[in-house]
């Protein structure tokens, strides 16, 4: 069983930042992927960063810029730094974790979800 907790959402102003944190705890083994997404009412769910194979990253055309996906090894957490924030982003930020549990199973776990509001 792998438990994802996610913390630093909140309401901020246009051009404001925030700091996503999303820790893993649990039966791991190893950890093969890590990534954010988001979710805005009535739209679908969007990868916004993540991290591909070892230390590869990948962001959305929106983020590129603007947030920076990072991640500590030893606390199986990984971070979500967003700068210049604009109303778009306001969504629910989704952390999504990938890897194997001691018992060799594959997991693919998602993080309850963190509400980012940018408004004035």
């Known amino acids: 069983q792998v438990q994802l907790v996610e913390s630093g959402g909140g309401l901020v102003q246009p051009g404001g930042s925030l700091r996503l944190s999303c820790a893993a705890s649990?039966?791991?083994?190893?950890?093969?992927?890590m990534g954010w997404y988001r979710q805005a009412p009535g739209k679908q769910r969007e990868l916004v960063a993540g991290?591909?194979?070892?230390?590869?990253?990948n962001y959305a055309d929106s983020a590129k810029g603007r947030f920076t996906i990072s991640r500590d090894n030893a606390k199986n957490t990984v971070y979500l730094q967003m700068n210049s924030l604009k109303p778009e982003d306001t969504a629910v930020y989704y952390c999504?974790?990938?890897?194997?549990?001691?018992?060799?199973?594959?997991?693919?776990?998602w993080g309850q979800g963190t509400q980012v509001t940018v408004s004035s």
């Open positions: 999504n974790v990938e890897g194997l549990t001691v018992w060799s199973q594959r997991f693919d776990s």
């Open positions: 649990g039966s791991i083994f190893s950890i093969y992927g």
């Open positions: 991290f591909t194979s070892g230390d590869s990253t």
